[in-house]
């Protein structure tokens, strides 16, 4: 695994750098990797302290967030979307966005399910925040709630977090008796990567895969827990597919 650097000795290296959240799985974070993995595209991984102010990042890249890349002396790049099209301009292959404009519609419509605003990743955020504010001594989380809160009350996050689910169970159902082994098409996209590493987020990972901090764990089972059902079987054999077949394991943090 390579090295982590510092904002202020990252700043002055070439080539991509990308700002991670340092020793847990953020699922963002951890999709960007696994495209750099699988496209095989160095890059030089730079600290981020998470729910920390990170005025170093902040100041280089224009917040304070994980992930962010920066490649050569070009603009910073921190949405998903931006991410991923960066992957795949440095190395398009093997490409992660389907050439066909109905799956690639498609491909990015699932992904915005799972990493945009009232998505699975944000709503399963928001309560993570409400688990760790009830089973870790009451660690405050009010700043994070700021930056990332939608407004939108908890069973309205449990109810979209559900509600994705269900709609890639009906996808992959769809895939499987069509003989497809992905949520897109006859190939591996970025739906699949999302979906394996945001399935973290209330199903944890085998500690072979992901290794994960024991608090972080019990935040994804809390999770987990909240959403009154468990995660579908067609999802958590599809992830654990995935995890074998296109991630380097185990995970790094």
Same mark, same amino acid.
Request: aromatic share 10%; with cysteine; proline share 8%.
């Given at each position: 695994?390579?090295?982590?650097?510092?904002?202020?000795?990252?700043?002055?290296?070439?080539?991509?750098r990308?700002?991670?959240?340092?020793?847990?799985?953020g699922?963002?974070?951890?999709?960007?990797?696994?495209?750099?993995?699988?496209?095989?595209?160095?890059? /030089?991984?730079?600290?981020?302290?998470g729910?920390?102010?990170?005025?170093?990042?902040?100041?280089?890249?224009?917040?304070?967030s994980?992930?962010?890349?920066?490649?050569?002396?070009?603009?910073?790049?921190?949405?998903?979307?931006?991410?991923?099209?960066?992957?795949?301009?440095?190395?398009?292959?093997? @490409?992660?966005?389907?050439?066909?404009?109905?799956?690639?519609?498609?491909?990015?419509?699932?992904?915005?399910?799972?990493?945009?605003?009232?998505?699975?990743?944000w709503?399963?955020?928001?309560?993570?925040?409400?688990?760790?504010?009830? /089973?870790?001594?009451?660690?405050p989380?009010?700043?994070?709630?700021?930056?990332?809160?939608?407004?939108? @009350?908890?069973?309205?996050?449990?109810?979209?977090?559900?509600?994705?689910?269900?709609?890639?169970?009906?996808?992959?159902? /769809?895939?499987?008796?069509?003989?497809?082994?992905?949520?897109?098409?006859?190939?591996?996209?970025?739906?699949?990567?999302?979906?394996?590493?945001?399935?973290?987020?209330?199903?944890?990972?085998?500690?072979?895969?992901?290794?994960?901090?024991?608090?972080?764990?019990?935040? /994804?089972?809390?999770?987990g827990?909240?959403?009154?059902? @468990?995660?579908?079987?067609?999802?958590?054999?599809?992830?654990?597919?995935?995890?074998?077949e296109?991630?380097?394991?185990p995970?790094?943090?």
């Amino acid at each position: 695994m390579p090295a982590y650097v510092t904002v202020e000795e990252a700043i002055a290296l070439p080539g991509l750098r990308v700002a991670f959240t340092r020793g847990v799985p953020g699922p963002w974070g951890e999709a960007v990797k696994a495209f750099l993995a699988i496209k095989a595209i160095p890059f /030089t991984p730079v600290i981020q302290e998470g729910g920390q102010p990170n005025e170093a990042l902040a100041a280089w890249t224009g917040q304070n967030s994980a992930p962010v890349a920066v490649y050569g002396d070009e603009r910073p790049r921190a949405h998903w979307s931006e991410l991923l099209m960066l992957a795949e301009r440095l190395q398009p292959e093997p @490409p992660l966005i389907p050439a066909d404009e109905d799956e690639r519609t498609l491909m990015f419509g699932i992904a915005h399910a799972l990493c945009g605003e009232d998505g699975f990743g944000w709503s399963a955020r928001l309560l993570t925040f409400d688990a760790i504010e009830r /089973t870790t001594g009451g660690v405050p989380m009010d700043h994070m709630k700021r930056k990332f809160a939608s407004g939108a @009350p908890l069973d309205h996050a449990v109810r979209r977090c559900r509600a994705v689910l269900d709609m890639l169970a009906r996808r992959m159902k /769809t895939q499987t008796e069509a003989g497809r082994l992905y949520l897109v098409g006859e190939t591996l996209s970025a739906a699949d990567i999302y979906w394996t590493v945001f399935s973290n987020m209330v199903a944890p990972m085998d500690e072979t895969a992901c290794p994960m901090p024991d608090f972080y764990r019990m935040w /994804t089972q809390t999770v987990g827990g909240m959403l009154g059902a @468990p995660v579908p079987d067609i999802l958590i054999a599809h992830r654990e597919r995935m995890l074998r077949e296109h991630f380097r394991l185990p995970m790094w943090f």
